[in-house]
Nanobody
Framework: QVQLAESGGGLVQAGGSLRLSCAAS????????MAWHRQAPGKQRELVAG??????????NYADSVKGRFTISRDNAKNTVYLQMNSLKPEDTAVYYC??????????????WGKGTLVTVSS
């Protein structure tokens, strides 16, 4: 079992910033990728940002809607991924979910999700 614990959501005014954190714990042999997704009311869940190979220098990717405003990063020692969100817009309002592709043992690979953290951006 792997647990992902998100934190850092809240209410912020448009133009403000928030930093989300997601710490992975449990049966972790290695973490292949970690990512942030979000789901706004009435919309499908979408990928916001991802980072590969958390245990080495990873490459990143972003949704077009957040490029230049959001930055994903990781702390290898803490099995933690962060999402720095700047210049927030009301359309960024959503529940943000952490996702990780984790190898729990040689040959055992699984995808895990956190419970989500709510980000609300007021206009």
């Amino acid at each position: 079992q792997v647990q992902l614990a998100e934190s850092g959501g809240g209410l912020v005014q448009a133009g403000g910033s928030l930093r989300l954190s997601c710490a992975a714990s449990g049966s972790i042999f290695s973490i292949k990728t970690m990512a942030w997704h979000r789901q706004a009311p009435g919309k499908q869940r979408e990928l916001v940002a991802g980072i590969t190979s958390i245990t080495s220098s990873g490459s990143t990717n972003y949704a077009d809607s957040v490029k230049g405003r959001f930055t994903i990063s990781r702390d290898n020692a803490k099995n933690t991924v962060y999402l720095q969100m700047n210049s927030l817009k009301p359309e960024d309002t959503a529940v943000y979910y952490c996702n990780a592709l984790v190898q729990s043992a040689p040959g055992v690979l699984g995808a895990w999700w956190g419970k989500g953290t709510l980000v609300t951006v007021s206009s």
